[in-house]
Nanobody
Framework: QVQLVESGGGLVQAGGSLRLSCAAS????????MGWYRQAPGKQRELVAT???????NYADSVKGRFTISRNNAKNTVYLQMNSLKPEDTAVYYC???????????????WGQGTLVTVSS
């Protein structure tokens, strides 16, 4: 079994910062891309940022220059540093990873349970 566990959400004032973490655990052979998505109330889930195993990154236009995604491959962990937060960043943030598991050997798209980020004005 493979799982992702997020942490770091909370309440912050506009202009503030938060750092989200997501750790993968279980029968992991390797992890390809990892990413963060978010879903605001009444809206569809959207991509925030992704990072490949080699470190290439991709960001939504709405967060470019404010958010930074990074990962520690040795710890199977991905991070999202969020600066200059705005009320419109309020959402549940989900971690996602493309994982090759062993026992049995298979490809999995795994999602975390989500962590709430609330930005007050």
């Amino acid at each position: 079994q493979v799982q992702l566990v997020e942490s770091g959400g909370g309440l912050v004032q506009a202009g503030g910062s938060l750092r989200l973490s997501c750790a993968a655990s279980g029968s992991i052979s390797s992890i390809n891309a990892m990413g963060w998505y978010r879903q605001a109330p009444g809206k569809q889930r959207e991509l925030v940022a992704t990072i490949t195993s080699g470190g290439s990154t991709n960001y939504a236009d709405s967060v470019k220059g404010r958010f930074t995604i990074s990962r520690n491959n040795a710890k199977n962990t991905v991070y999202l540093q969020m600066n200059s937060l705005k009320p419109e960043d309020t959402a549940v943030y989900y971690c996602q990873a493309d994982i090759i598991s062993y026992n049995p050997l298979r490809y999995l798209e795994v999602w975390g349970q989500g962590t709430l980020v609330t930005v007050s004005s």
